[in-house]
DNA sequence: AATGGCCTGGTG
DNA sequence: CACCAGGCCATT
């Protein structure tokens, strides 16, 4: 459920408070976390809990950058942690709820606890982060005007899948969940279910500024917090109070009144107006 | 392009 | 008790 403006959101808090800090001792209590699971239950990485840690242990934290829904702790020496939280995985500097799979100590007494309620999220160290597969094959950050009306044009030509699914192919746009793709096509008035090769070039540039406005204004308001999201210090975000058709089915459209709809499209629930989305 | 698997708390 | 959500990868 952390989609970019959740990620973004941790990754302003943690550099409030972990930039510079030299990581003193951590420890793995779920080896999954670096490993992953893949079929079969099947580790997909080979990493073990001492070599992970002689790769981390003394490093200094240089920087926090974010790719999409990854976000990458940096070392002073280049190499990088790589988060994926997936749907339940919380990164926070207080422990909550449930026990931590990694705790990472600091040297002036900070600590930073990787915790999941499932198990998807994960941890990966590497040496160039960049070049990672899963970063590099990322399509562009729907925050600035990489995001325009011609690049989803680019994207859409000669597709014919539900505009919904292909918003949220993490390769074409990075960062993008279901919450958000639901709510920018509700503000452009685009039905979950068009056609993206055969919309015109005025709907898309108009669907481009929705995108980027549905996230900045999630990003200020910290986040969607209906269910385990929270911040690195622990505190639920707003952006709930402010969803228009996300979690809204079979409630009144504010825009026309009409009542919401929910369909499946590629094993994912989508909610529309059915009077005011075309 | 569509489907199944990964995991588990929550809902029917 | 069965089943589903959710992001992403692997398989069909």
New binding site residues.
Partial sequence: ?P?LPEVETIRRDLETILLERTIQSLQVKDL?VLTG?????QP?RRISAPQFKSKILGKTVQKFDRR??YLIMEFSDGTALVF?L???GQLLVAPLNYPERIRFDFDEGQRLYFTD????GEVIFSENWKALP?IV?LGVEPINEALSGEYLKSIFRG????IH?IL?N?KLVSGL???YVTEALFQAGLRPKRPCGKIPFSKLSELSQSIRQVIADSIEHRGYSMNTYVDAMGKKGRSQLFSKAYGKDGLPCPRCGATFKRI?L????AVFCPRCQE
Avoid: D, W
């Fill in positions: 459920m989609e999954s699971i893949g079929p079969k239950g997909r999409g829904k994926h997936r749907i339940t309620r499932r198990r998807f899963e094959s597709r014919s899948a539900p699914s949220l993490q969940g279901n919450i499946v590629a094993g994912r629930g």
